[in-house]
């Protein structure tokens, strides 16, 4: 989707672009697999904007990235520190909002099979 949209327009519109559309397919993906589910039985009943909405979130970042990333703090942070520093700060700019992406599928017990190798916090109702 990037280089298509890139030979028309600048390199942010096609940046947005392309989280756009992975964000619709995202919902297309949550539409498959819960709501058309087998003999199109409705199986859970995503609520749908949120995956879009993370996936326009990380467009907004590598927007900004593309603005700012040649002031002098992000190059020297770019050449001194250490890979996995920067790794962390990277995933902390979307770990905040991973939830818009991720909440369906918690709530839909998608991931509840593989529970032992891949702990959640799960919120523990209070009685």
Do not use: C
């Not at 009943?45 to 040649?70: C, D, K």
């Not at 990277?90 to 770990?95: E, G, I, Q, R």
């Not at 369906?104 to 991931?111: L, S």
């Amino acid at each position: 989707m990037y280089k298509p949209v890139r030979s028309f327009h600048s390199g942010t519109a096609a940046t947005v672009a392309t989280f756009v559309v992975s964000g619709l397919f995202h919902e297309w993906v949550l539409w498959s697999v819960f709501v058309k589910g087998e003999g199109d039985r409705v199986v859970y009943s995503p609520s749908y904007g949120m995956q879009t909405r993370f996936f326009i979130w990380n467009a907004m970042v590598i927007s900004l990235e593309q603005l700012v990333g040649h002031w002098s703090i992000f190059q020297w942070m770019k050449l001194s520190l250490p890979t996995i520093i920067k790794a962390l700060l990277t995933v902390s700019l979307s770990l905040p909002v991973a939830h818009w992406f991720l909440d369906e599928y918690t709530n839909a017990q998608y991931f509840d099979h593989m529970s032992l190798a891949f702990p959640l916090v799960i919120k523990v109702e209070n009685d």
